[in-house]
């Protein structure tokens, strides 16, 4: 299946279904519920977390000789305090996964989202280099574009501070640009769009070289304006060929708009995502933005697990190696949710969803008005795998017909009788809600 696209435009009717068809459909899903209730399933799949056997890839990290002689290659002594832009190492390690060079490279704390809510809090305070007061101070307030469906932690930070979101449509080439186009040339109180580039939470769209292009040159009335882009999936293919990602922040220099990309990445889901190491690469003006903040809260990060993670991981062959046994590890799980959706959906097409070529997650779409009660009828059957409207701001899916699946945790049986119960109840739900419109 090709990827949803979340425009009303096709939606998933029904339409031709005969009566007596819906209710062979919801008759044997009720039979097929029945017997998943007597299995006593406790099954959860809510977020997208590496499973066991892939954090066993790097258990080598708990090794202490990866931290002797505990000094950097710039002459550090990670034991101590300082170093608030990041050892010479871990920055000269992920420089290439974030596109910039590793001078302007920070790398702090184990979380890019930590990073992420961190500069917002900066921009929110103080503004950011080009801008002329702080984020809270605009008569309008602020307001950040948001790619829909996407990732909700993203948009839980906009809702903390009070950051208004507008909504713009996943296409099966990245973002709308058209609509962002046309918003952000006229709206001077939007200051920040969220993008997750490469293999999209969660629809796993790969931006095109054309959509990056268009956001690194498109003119925007606020000059604060920044890109959130958050590369969370720079090395995790699925497939044998690992997709390419044009280089935002070069698009951005040829473009002159230096300062407008701000570029997250991390090892969470490389090594071990509780422990790992965040960064950000930006312009030098964003990086001495942000470092002249960071001393003020911290006295540097912890060196010691940079030093231990880039000695771990060594170099981009060195991340390439491991994240091809993380990427076997994966795929069967990715092709079963293919099979167990093929065999349920193909001929009634009541359901769609994505085939990611890389990532954490599939897009399910379902029939309008449906979702969040295929949510609550796979919870009562001991399977969690989502919260309805979970991918759209403040949590209003207004069509409720979107789920994201997260197959990557369970163990492959589990996930086999989860995908089941997930299928039968959407079947359930599909044909109750198209036999009650029949009946208007």
């Not at 900066?122 to 996407?150: D, M, N, Q, Y």
């Amino acid at each position: 299946m090709g990827h949803c696209v979340t425009t009303k435009a096709g939606r998933i009717t029904g339409e031709g279904m005969t009566r007596e068809h819906l209710e062979q459909i919801r008759d044997d899903a009720e039979i097929r519920m029945r017997e998943l209730r007597d299995l006593g399933l406790c099954i959860d799949m809510s977020r997208g977390i590496p499973a066991r056997e892939q954090l066993r890839l790097s258990d080598a990290l708990l090794d202490d000789a990866l931290i002797d002689p505990p000094i950097s290659a710039d002459d550090v002594d990670c034991r101590n305090y300082g170093g608030q832009q990041g050892i010479l190492d871990a920055r000269r390690l992920l420089s290439p996964l974030l596109g910039v060079p590793e001078a302007q490279v920070i790398v702090h704390g184990n979380s890019s989202l930590a990073l992420m809510y961190e500069c917002i809090a900066l921009a929110w305070r103080k503004g950011v280099p080009g801008g002329t007061a702080p984020w809270s101070a605009g008569e309008h307030g602020a307001t950040f574009i948001c790619v829909v469906p996407g990732y909700d932690r993203h948009f839980a930070m906009c809702e903390d501070f009070g950051i208004r979101m507008i909504r713009v449509d996943m296409l099966n080439d990245g973002p709308d640009v058209d609509a962002v186009r046309r918003l952000v040339a006229t709206d001077p109180s939007i200051k920040g769009m969220w993008c997750v580039p490469k293999y999209s939470n969660p629809t796993g769209t790969v931006y095109s070289d054309e959509v990056v292009k268009e956001l690194a040159t498109m003119p925007t009335l606020a000059p604060d304006f920044r890109l959130f882009w958050d590369n969370a999936y720079a090395v995790h293919p699925l497939a044998d060929v690992d997709e390419s990602l044009a280089n935002l922040y070069e698009a951005c220099v040829g473009a002159g708009t230096t300062d407008r990309a701000l570029i997250f990445t991390s090892t969470s889901k490389m090594t071990h995502p509780g422990s790992g190491v965040a960064a950000i690469g930006a312009s030098e003006a964003n990086i001495r933005w942000w470092l002249d903040a960071a001393g003020l809260r911290s006295v540097g990060p912890d060196k010691l697990n940079q030093l231990r993670q880039a000695r771990f991981l060594r170099s981009p062959s060195g991340v390439k190696a491991l994240m091809e046994q993380h990427r076997l590890l994966l795929k069967p799980k990715f092709d079963l949710v293919s099979h167990v959706f093929e065999r349920h959906f193909a001929t009634s097409g009541l359901a769609r969803w994505t085939s990611p070529k890389g990532g954490y997650f599939v897009s399910l779409e379902v029939v309008p008005g449906t979702a969040a009660k295929t949510v609550a009828l796979a919870q009562s059957l001991g399977v969690k795998f989502a919260t309805a409207g979970s991918c759209f701001p403040y949590r209003d899916d207004p069509d409720d017909v979107h789920l994201r699946i997260a197959p990557s945790y369970p163990a492959i049986e589990d996930l086999a009788l989860a995908l089941e119960t997930i299928a039968v109840c959407t079947l359930k739900s599909a044909a109750d809600e198209l036999l009650r419109q029949a009946r208007r």
